[in-house]
């Protein structure tokens, strides 16, 4: 069959899906997207994948796509990190007979990202992303997607985009935010940026950012005119938002589990997602928080997700007639809402915010965990403190290390060259030298060597030298008995 483009691609092998469950690392494996399925999602992405790991590691393919197969979880969509052109269409190739389409992720901000160079960090490199796509739209077989996040200029957004359609991509998700909007700095996602990607292109169009309920969702595409609107962080704090329902959280915990069960995936995920749909509960009941941490089989968070239930039950029966909901929620805590992530201690302190009132507790401010009060300190840092009292987290009482000339790591105290192991080691090898202070003797192992090779070569010339004696022997006793007869 002919591969399908653009808008025809949307209609016909996606369906014409409107809402979308974002690619989320460790947070949309199988058995959250078969419970997202559920309650209204119509197209989910895997979790983002490592392009060259996917090439070199077959456990890692088995892993994350080959085993999570499922006949339910389809229209799918698989997402790949890369920075190399032919790395991606290698794992491409090895992961497209698994979904209908694979994705390119442009829109990381996180610094694993900044290291690794890919996500986010790629889209100042246009010919490189042109180079990926092209090759990529040639050789699959399925269609090439993009996600990406915007530029602070609009003009430049839009061009970005429309390099990207050219090159080959058939549809685009655009994240309204730029790649500093993150954490607490996350702020509010443009959708003035996602409205002028959606009339400049002739491709459809997904937008992410600020959708937290189904009415949001619906005014996006309105605003925007998008085909269809992605979700993360409002996914994740209530998997039925598509469905424009608010359920109990105990609700769904027991079916999450219950699917997990029948497609199980590490504990740690199904953990990670129970925080996140159980966050203002947990913000009341903290001793469940301490048990959620702690728990470590299925049947453990089965048994927290029943305990939680019947503390939320026994609120709800004690409830006054007219009460309403503490710390400024929209919902009592026990019902699935969003989280609006908190800003900078300084922005929270302009705006006279305070957490969460009476018996919950506001989320510690970030920038707690640099001072070298204990008061503020993390739980992990509190802990080495318990180890050891005179442990100190000042910054300014970190011992200084003098850096390597080349790269900036701290040096080797003894290093001959003044630099650290790694850019000492490339230097001596280059220059076949010593450095007694990393341990390095390359200079000595080659004239070791040397020396080696020299003896070998004068035992071969004494072998050759006794063996010329003997013939010469032979020879001589064979002339004097020839000469005797």
Known sequence: MPKLE???FWRNTLKGARFVVAPMVDQS?????LLSRRHGAQLCYTPMLHAQVFVRDANYRKENLYCDVCP???PLIVQFCANDPEVFVQAALLAQDYCDAIDLNLGCPQMIAKRGHYGAFLQEEWKLLQKMIVLANEKLSVPI???IRVFPEIGKTVKYAQLLEEAGCQLL???GRTKEQKGPLAGVASWEHIQAVRKAVNIPVFANGNIQYLSDVEQCIQKTGVQGVMSAEGNLHNPALFEGRNPVVWEMAEEYLEIVQQYPCPLSYVRAHLFKLWHHTLQVHQHLRDELAKVKTLEGLVAVNRELKLHCQEEIASLKEDEKPKGGLPFFHWICQPYVRPGPKEVCKENGTSGMEGSTRGKRALEDEDDGNSDGLSKNKQKKKLRNPNKSFDPSLKPKYAKCDQCGNPKGNKCVFNLCR????K?????TADCPGHGLLFKTKYEKSLSWKN??????????TAQKGEVEETILLKEAIDGVA
């Open 29 to 33: 494996e199988l058995a959250w997207r």
């Open 72 to 74: 339910e979880d389809r």
């Open 427 to 431: 230097r001596a090898f280059r220059e």
């Open 422 to 425: 790694g850019c000492c080691k």
């Open 455 to 464: 003896g070998q070569s004068s035992l071969e010339n004494i072998e050759v």
């Open 6 to 8: 653009g808008f025809e």
């Open 173 to 175: 998700t655009v994240h």
């Open 145 to 147: 997607t993009c996600k």
